[in-house]
């Protein structure tokens, strides 16, 4: 027998920008990223022990940060092929929220390009309105 379950009443957000942007913002944030002590991270990770094998499949950045590390990328290879891989994630997440779309689900796109203020307004506006 499958059991049932009650029907949770949700909303679905979800942030938009257009593509130009929203390429740039993923730029920006990688830059930051690796600014910020990605790669000093990945060389304490080895350092400690952990394979470069076992890192690689701890995601997108790890992946390409350790093969920079490991001498098998330059950095500006790092780099271009992590950001195209990032964005390419991003597609494919656009694409599963479409998907959702097609199966009747509503997604409440919220601009991206608000600030933070509006965007979280918006949210907590359209969460009291269904509350009820």
């Known amino acids: 027998m499958v059991p049932s379950y009650p029907k ?13 942007l929203e390429r740039e913002k993923i730029r920006i944030r990688l830059q930051q990223r ?11 990770l080895m350092d400690s022990g952990i394979s470069a094998d076992d890192l690689i499949y701890y995601g997108l950045e790890y992946k390409y940060v350790t093969l920079y590390v490991t001498g098998q990328l330059k950095y500006e290879e790092m780099f271009e ?39 979280i307004n918006f949210a907590l506006e359209l969460l009291r309105r269904n509350a009820n």
């Open 81 to 119: 092929q992590l950001y195209i891989a990032i964005c390419q994630f991003a597609k494919r997440q656009m694409t599963w929220f479409r998907r959702m779309e097609r199966l009747g689900m509503y997604i409440y796109w919220i601009d991206g390009q608000l600030d933070m203020e509006r965007k």
């Open 34 to 44: 690796l600014d910020d002590g990605m790669i000093d991270e990945i060389k304490r």
């Open 8 to 20: 949770i009443n949700s909303l679905i957000f979800g942030i938009k920008n257009p593509r130009a």
